[in-house]
């Protein structure tokens, strides 16, 4: 379910904005708001966009960064990588998720022992021990979204039109449920 509170988005909107060349005009006209609204969500003190207009932007816009925006917005997972330290080319992407996952295998051999104890005999050092695990892990998933990215981007497509393209052959082999 959707958050029912509007959240700022000005960053990430004005991002997109630059990287498509679409005119505000032109975002208001395909989402059926007002001229005014992409102004005011972009303003030095922006107004908030709701949930429902923060989906039909995604949708209209049809960009896997500003979609991941909007999902940590709302949501609060899944940020795109957006920091200005690395590189987000496809053979960088491809060099940091390599590293993150060998930091997550040693954090992982690291916490072996403590995957085998039942929850309720864990003590504090073995909880920092998965706490450490599964902060590598996201870095691992951050670093492998991100790769993801660059190699639909290499291709003119964006993730969600990978998963609108493989969605059949994924739930055929198992990794999702039907769409019930």
Not at 91 to 119: F, M, N, P, W
Not at 162 to 173: C, E, G, P, R
Request: charged share 30%.
């Amino acid at each position: 379910m959707i958050s029912t509170v509007s959240r700022k988005l000005r960053k990430p909107i004005i991002v997109w904005l630059l990287k498509s060349e679409v005119s505000k005009r032109d975002l208001a006209n395909a989402l059926g708001v007002s001229r005014q609204s992409p102004t005011d969500w972009t303003k030095e003190d922006p107004t908030n966009v709701t949930p429902e207009n923060a989906v039909r932007i995604a949708e209209y816009a049809n960009d896997t960064d500003l979609t991941m925006n909007i999902v940590y917005k709302f949501f609060g997972i899944f940020r795109p990588m957006d920091g200005d330290v690395y590189k987000r080319d496809l053979a960088a992407s491809d060099d940091l998720q390599e590293l993150e996952e060998e930091e997550r295998d040693e954090a992982k051999k690291l916490a072996r022992r403590v995957l085998c104890k039942e929850v309720r005999c864990l003590t504090s050092k073995d909880h920092n021990l998965l706490i450490k695990l599964a902060k590598e892990q996201a870095e691992v998933i951050f670093a492998g979204t991100q790769f993801l990215n660059a190699l639909c981007e290499v291709e003119n497509i964006s993730i969600m039109d990978l998963f609108s393209m493989f969605m059949n052959d994924w739930q055929n082999a198992g990794y999702f449920g039907g769409d019930d």
